[in-house]
């Protein structure tokens, strides 16, 4: 059977911008940890592992996608907080540990919220290359996001 929204999801992925993917990648994300979370506290271990891998694969995307000769600083903070979200993941499905879970959320769901206030910015829309532009938008994301050490 064919899924009548698999051919919508396909058409938004494959017209998307790069900033909208990586919007759609930072959403994913978020989800996928609250899944996990929701599955260790139901005591689905197929289901918290399925979403655990699914969102260490996105973080892992997203680290991929960073360029520290155009992002400075900033890419290379948010290469520091990638693998501290992996690191949290993986304990949170290894130890079964619902704080690793939403140390990671902690970290994602600000990251996906300023990229959805900074995707819309004119920093952003006028990138000469549509590639992320780290460069356009330091200032911006920077003052977005206040993690608590």
């Known amino acids: 059977m064919i899924h009548p929204y698999g051919n919508l999801l396909e058409e938004s992925v494959l017209t998307a911008s790069p900033m909208e993917l990586t919007g759609m990648l930072f959403d994913r994300l978020v989800l996928e940890i609250r899944t996990a979370r929701e599955n260790l506290r139901a005591g689905?271990?197929?289901?918290r592992?399925?979403?655990?891998?699914?969102?260490?694969?996105?973080?892992?995307?997203?680290?991929?996608?960073?360029?520290?000769?155009r992002g400075g600083d900033l890419s290379r903070n948010l290469r520091r907080l990638y693998a501290y979200m992996v690191d949290q993941i993986n304990e949170g499905n290894s130890g079964q540990d619902e704080r690793s879970f939403a140390n990671a959320e902690a970290v994602a769901a600000p990251l996906a919220e300023a990229w959805r206030q900074i995707s819309g910015s004119s920093a952003v829309a006028e990138s000469p290359d549509g590639s992320c532009p780290w460069w356009a938008a330091e200032?911006?994301?920077?003052?977005?996001?206040?993690?608590?050490?």
């Open 44 to 47: 689905n271990i197929t289901g």
């Open 49 to 69: 592992s399925a979403s655990a891998s699914k969102a260490i694969e996105i973080v892992l995307e997203l680290a991929g996608s960073l360029d520290d000769a």
């Open 139 to 149: 200032g911006e994301l920077a003052g977005s996001l206040s993690f608590k050490g």
